[in-house]
């Protein structure tokens, strides 16, 4: 079965500054998708960053960027020069292609809150 | 715009009503998606659907049904029978089923059962 954790539930950071986020992870397969979303107050659900578990280099899209770690199946998410807007829940999923069903589901952690000081 | 829409944002119901939430998606995708979200928690899978007229139950679909007569749509009905329905619903979609493709969400409708 999958899991993820998420093992912070709040991070405070001063503005400007870097944030790690943790995540780890466990499946039995070796083909799985990582994804990290925001949620702001509104609620939607933002997509941020996706790894794949065969991509050979660490993702990256602008401030964000997945520290993946595949031997220790962890998936840490990095926000460089933190924002106010920053602030926000953030949680890491994974999806698996679903074996033996073949029905490929997304499951989340439960969320790591990070508030951005001025 | 291509996106994703829910209707409405904020729904209230008595008890022992059904209610249908909308989930409406304009970019083509083949795959849709029911979340349930409590505060605190992260988000649980209700029902999914990998193609029109196919679907399959989640995590916890009790006391919930769905329908996907057209690729666009895939709305979400919240029974009677589900003993505790005030939730946060998120709608989602992907391109298709694969493990690769990223889920899009819709912006959420709050559910509260008087």
């Known amino acids: 079965a999958q899991k993820i954790t998420q093992t912070q539930p709040g991070m405070f950071v001063q503005e400007k500054e870097a944030v790690t986020l943790d995540c780890t992870y466990d499946?039995?397969?070796?083909?799985?998708?990582l994804f990290w979303y925001k949620q702001p107050s509104s609620g939607e659900m933002i997509f941020l960053i996706y790894q794949g578990s065969y991509d050979q280099q660490n993702a990256t899209e602008g401030r964000y960027s997945l520290n993946f770690q595949k031997a220790r199946k962890s998936a840490n998410l990095v926000i460089s020069a933190s924002q106010l807007g920053d602030s926000a829940m953030y949680f890491c999923?994974?999806?698996?292609?679903?074996?033996?069903?073949?029905?490929?589901?997304?499951?989340f952690g439960k969320g790591t809150m990070l508030l951005v000081s001025p | 715009d291509g996106g994703i829409t829910q209707s409405p944002k904020y729904l209230f119901r008595k008890e022992g009503q059904n209610v249908t939430l909308s989930c409406e998606q304009n970019?083509?995708?083949?795959?849709m998606y029911w979340y349930r979200q409590d505060p605190g928690q992260g988000l649980r899978l209700i029902y999914y659907?990998?193609?029109?007229?196919?679907?399959q139950k989640g995590d916890i679909a009790e006391g919930y049904s769905v329908s996907r007569e057209k690729k666009e749509s895939f709305p979400l009905t919240v029974t009677s029978a589900q003993k505790n329905p005030t939730a946060f619903y998120l709608c989602?979609?992907?391109?298709?089923?694969?493990?690769?493709?990223?889920?899009?969400f819709g912006p959420g409708t709050r559910l509260t059962v008087l």
């Open positions: 999923a994974m999806r698996d292609p679903g074996r033996p069903s073949g029905y490929s589901t997304l499951t």
């Open positions: 499946t039995s397969d070796p083909s799985y998708g």
């Open positions: 659907s990998q193609i029109v007229n196919d679907f």
């Open positions: 970019l083509n995708h083949d795959a």
């Open positions: 989602a979609s992907s391109r298709t089923a694969s493990s690769t493709d990223t889920q899009y």
